[in-house]
T-cell receptor, first 113, second 115 residues
Framework: GDSVTQMEGPVTLSEEAFLTINCTYT??????LFWYVQYPGEGLQLLLK?????DKGSNKGFEATYRKETTSFHLEKGSVQVSDSAVYFC????????????FGSGTRLQVQP | NAGVTQTPKFRVLKTGQSMTLLCAQD?????MYWYRQDPGMGLRLIHY???????AKGEVPDGYNVSRLKKQNFLLGLESAAPSQTSVYFC??????????????FGEGSRLTVL
């Protein structure tokens, strides 16, 4: 079945540091890939997405590139801020079949001033 | 803007008790979902609905029932709660015409503890 694997957290960085959160997936066909973010006490919200190989999703300074050859969708940001502290979830949506997201286990990011 | 609203936000149950979580959305979305979030396991799909009057099982449906009698509401029921159902429950909805895009709108979550 479909699955998403994320690096374990927590990830602790100083403000303005470079961020990478790794995500790899297993799925049949050609899934769409997503990053969702969950701020403390809130529900998840869409951060960015990519729908086909080599697409780059970007939003709020975050980027991720859909790499079909390595089945990866790593999240990056060049300079993190304290306000980026949250839990980040990688997810996929299969191209066919059940129309529901499959999520990874989440990676907690803590940014220190 | 209400968006997706879940009630209650917190609940403590004893083993064997029953309860219903209510999800309401005011965005005229067709698809609605119930997920549970457990430490180290991310979000797992319990049940979902592709429209009024329809429901379908997700990854972890056992011990739960759902109903979608009105388009705007999606109810999640626990008939006989068990400690393994202690979790944070999230409802989400997806807009019509873009249901294949994965853009879900989430509620703030409902924390359920079963003693």
């Amino acid at each position: 079945g479909d699955s998403v694997t994320q690096m374990e957290g927590p990830v602790t960085l100083s403000e303005e540091a470079f961020l990478t959160i790794n995500c790899t997936y297993t799925a049949t066909g050609y899934p769409s890939l997503f990053w969702y973010v969950q701020y403390p006490g809130e529900g998840l919200q869409l951060l960015l997405k990519a729908t086909k190989a080599d697409d780059k999703g970007s939003n709020k300074g975050f980027e991720a590139t859909y790499r079909k050859e390595t089945t990866s969708f790593h999240l990056e940001k060049g300079s993190v801020q304290v306000s980026d502290s949250a839990v980040y979830f990688c997810a996929l949506l299969r191209g066919t079949g059940r129309r529901a997201l499959t999520f990874g286990s989440g990676t907690r990011l803590q940014v220190q001033p | 803007n209400a968006g997706v609203t879940q009630t209650p936000k917190f609940r403590v149950l004893k083993t064997g008790q029953s309860m219903t979580l209510l999800c309401a959305q005011d965005m005229n979305h067709e698809y609605m979902y119930w997920y549970r979030q457990d430490p180290g396991m991310g979000l797992r799909l319990i049940h979902y609905s592709v429209g009024e009057g329809t429901t379908a099982k997700g990854e972890v449906p056992d011990g739960y029932n759902v109903s979608r009698l009105k388009k705007q509401n999606f109810l999640l029921g626990l008939e006989s709660a068990a400690p393994s159902q202690t979790s944070v429950y999230f409802c989400a909805s997806s807009p019509p015409g873009t249901r294949n895009t994965g853009e879900l709108f989430f509620g703030e979550g409902s924390r359920l503890t079963v003693l």
